[in-house]
């Protein structure tokens, strides 16, 4: 089983690039690895669980900022359309079922109006930190988190 008889994790995740009009971005720095700065991600909690949903509630749990279905920022939670492939992280294939190696990851687009003051969760992220947006994909540890924030002029509309 996975860590402390959870359930293994699901090898299908979103990325949420949040950002400002301003194309300042939001990075978090993970609790299990300082210095890896990156992107509101997760994995799906069931299969069924659509996309939006998983996307919504990582931006929740992961920073306190509500978006999900009803909240005035739903309509600015919007899918990209891209799918990153890749292999999951040596350090983290514990967490998954024996054999999977590979991970799918759906990008997000999260404009919030301004920059603001995230509620990190301590056991998953120790600090934040807002910077514009070239900044901020030299700062990712993750390749396709870098990818995905010079992608955000063109989903920018």
Same mark, same amino acid.
Do not use: F, N
């Given at each position: 089983m996975g860590d402390q008889a959870r359930p293994f994790k699901i090898p299908e995740s979103v990325l949420v690039v949040v950002h400002t009009p301003r194309r300042e971005v939001l990075l978090i720095e993970r609790a299990d690895a300082p210095g890896f700065w990156q992107s509101v991600t997760g994995s799906k909690d069931h299969p069924d669980e659509p996309l939006a949903l998983t996307a919504a509630r990582e931006v929740?749990?992961?920073?306190?900022?509500h $978006?999900?279905?009803?909240?005035?920022l739903a309509q600015c939670l919007r899918p990209w359309g891209i799918v990153n492939e890749y292999d999951i992280y040596p350090r983290y294939l514990h967490r998954y079922a024996p054999g999977v190696l590979r991970n799918r990851e759906h990008l997000f687009g999260l404009c919030v109006p301004e920059p603001v003051t995230p509620v990190l969760?301590?056991?998953e992220h120790t600090a934040w930190r807002w910077l514009p947006w070239r900044e901020a994909a030299d700062? $990712?540890?993750s390749p396709s988190n870098a990818e995905a924030i010079l992608l955000l002029p063109q989903f920018m509309g």
């Open positions: 929740w749990e992961e920073t306190g900022i $978006c999900a279905e009803g909240t005035p969760s301590p056991r700062a $990712c540890y």
